[in-house]
């Protein structure tokens, strides 16, 4: 294994992180505040994660404080770039705490492993907005203290960047289903109708797409079954309200989405589920994905 790779991979196999990890993402739970400001945190309305887009502010501004010593040191007459880094190390700070705040949302309900990386990203986080900190007030010493920041952060931002895209922490898990399905042409029989339990909710296949199908009296209702969240199994979740308004809650982590547009109402979830339309020809159950989360 490539050597950057095994050591990003390095702190998912840190057990001896549980009990803090379970300590830390139980305080984040109960001290975040939940609703709309959870799915606000979560990047719902923007129908993906916020933290990463958070992120930008602070390592930003700290790699703009960097350049601007770097000028002061080799520039002549650099000196004068001195304040406006200082003031570039004052936003780094001061948008430590809302980068911060969508990260822990999404901590949250992160599966063990990925809680491990996460929690020594936080700590390298933690100590990089401290160096930025103390730099404020160090007076000669504050451009080696914002480097050394910037380079902590640096380091921080490259396992989380592992933690998502090799992890999977955050990326749409369901994005691959319309595609499984078909792309979306035409309907595919996915069993009698009689074969699916009356009100509870049921797997079915396209293909190799795997579809939560709910039936009630003759009419039958469908969403994608893998959760646009972390991939739980929907059909295996509580099925709520009638009509246009009936929803299915992840068993997993509690994202609740709705059958009829897959919009998410409630939990981690940023992204819609794939929808599918439906139809009951001859006793059988036709579906076909509709199209990609929204």
Not at 2 to 26: I, M, N, V
Not at 178 to 204: K, M, N, T, W
Request: with cysteine.
């Amino acid at each position: 294994m490539p050597f950057l790779s095994s050591l990003f991979d390095a702190p998912s196999r840190w057990t001896k992180l549980d009990p803090l990890a379970s300590r830390a993402g139980a305080t984040a739970d109960r001290l975040l505040p939940g609703g709309r400001v959870r799915g606000l945190l979560h990047g719902r309305p923007a129908g993906h994660p916020l933290h990463p887009a958070m992120a930008m502010l602070p390592v930003g501004t700290s790699v703009s404080a960097l350049l601007l010593d770097a000028a002061a040191v080799l520039v002549p007459g650099g000196a004068a770039l001195g304040a406006p880094a200082r003031g570039l190390a004052a936003a780094s700070v001061a948008t430590v705490a809302p980068t911060a705040l969508a990260g822990w949302a999404d901590y949250v309900d992160l599966h063990r492993d990925q809680q491990r990386t996460a929690i020594v990203h936080a700590a390298g986080n933690a100590l990089a907005a401290t160096l930025w900190t103390a730099s404020l007030f160090a007076g000669r010493r504050a451009r080696l203290l914002r480097t050394a920041g910037t380079l902590v952060a640096g380091g921080a931002g490259a396992l989380g960047g592992h933690l998502a895209y090799r992890w999977a922490a955050g990326p749409n898990h369901a994005e691959h289903l319309f595609h499984l399905a078909g792309g979306g042409e035409g309907f595919s029989d996915v069993g009698p109708l009689d074969d699916l339990p009356e009100g509870r909710p049921a797997q079915r296949w396209i293909g190799d797409a795997p579809l939560c199908v709910l039936r009630r009296g003759g009419s039958v209702m469908a969403i994608t079954d893998t959760c646009t969240h972390l991939g739980g199994p929907l059909h295996e979740g509580e099925v709520a309200g009638t009509g246009e308004g009936t929803t299915i809650t992840c068993p997993w982590h509690g994202s609740e989405f709705r059958f009829s547009d897959g919009e998410v109402l409630d939990g981690p979830a940023s992204t819609p589920q794939p929808t599918v339309e439906t139809r009951v020809a001859d006793g059988r159950v036709l579906a076909r994905v509709v199209g990609p989360p929204r």
